[in-house]
T-cell receptor, first 118, second 111 residues
Framework: GAVVSQHPSWVICKSGTSVKIECRSLDFQATTMFWYRQFPKQSLMLMATSNEGSKATYEQGVEKDKFLINHASLTLSTLTVTSAHPEDSSFYIC??????????????FGPGTRLTVL | DAKTTQPTSMDCAEGRAANLPCNHSTISGNEYVYWYRQIHSQGPQYIIHGLKNNETNEMASLIITEDRKSSTLILPHATLRDTAVYYCIGRSSGSARQLTFGSGTQLTVLP
């Protein structure tokens, strides 16, 4: 099956620093990747949609200058949380949409990255 | 995407069948019913999806009512590892769009 990895799985950083999270599709090419955020005891909320080679589309209320997304290749998207603050502490999850060849499970999720900002 | 309604929580005894209901009365004709689950502190995992026929795979069965206004996910022999939040999502298939997650059902399998 299609596998999506995220790195790191968890990170602790100081307030004001920037953190980069990588999302990789390991055995397929993903034209579209999605970034979600999940606060404790809440559901996943879409932050942005990332298409390879073009600018990401952000959901309302998500600051594009704070959450920088780069989708430079068909297997890699990165999310950079700039000038992180404690309120950015959350579980960040990416998913990848298969470009072709699959008719069933169209989105595959990464294992998530737990960010804690001190 | 269709709005879905699920119970907040359910318990199930280990080894018994877990039946998770979902209402999607506004689902349109081209929208599939997808089920995902999320084990604590992990990414969501695809379970099954269907349009109008009942579906079965190695993980679960999906029963969709004839009017497509509701469905039931069945885990035939629940194990402790099936404890998770289960999400029912209505979505058009074949397009690269995001999944809209509701609050889901917290299933707790009891020993």
């Amino acid at each position: 099956g299609a596998v999506v990895s995220q790195h790191p799985s968890w990170v602790i950083c100081k307030s004001g620093t920037s953190v980069k999270i990588e999302c990789r599709s390991l055995d397929f090419q993903a034209t579209t990747m999605f970034w979600y955020r999940q606060f404790p005891k809440q559901s996943l909320m879409l932050m942005a949609t990332s298409n390879e080679g073009s600018k990401a589309t952000y959901e309302q209320g998500v600051e594009k200058d704070k959450f920088l997304i780069n989708h430079a290749s068909l297997t890699l998207s990165t999310l950079t949380v700039t000038s992180a603050h404690p309120e950015d502490s959350s579980f960040y999850i990416c998913s990848a949409s298969v470009a072709s060849g699959y008719s069933y499970n169209e989105q595959f999720f990464g294992p998530g990255t737990r960010l804690t900002v001190l | 995407d269709a709005k879905t309604t699920q119970p907040t929580s359910m318990d199930c005894a280990e080894g018994r069948a877990a039946n998770l209901p979902c209402n999607h009365s506004t689902i349109s004709g081209n929208e599939y019913v997808y089920w995902y689950r999320q084990i604590h502190s992990q990414g969501p995992q695809y379970i099954i999806h269907g349009l109008k026929n009942n579906e079965t795979n190695e993980m679960a069965s999906l029963i969709i009512t004839e009017d497509r206004k509701s469905s039931t996910l069945i885990l035939p022999h629940a194990t402790l590892r099936d404890t998770a939040v289960y999400y029912c999502i209505g979505r058009s298939s074949g397009s690269a769009r995001q999944l809209t997650f509701g609050s889901g059902t917290q299933l707790t399998v009891l020993p």
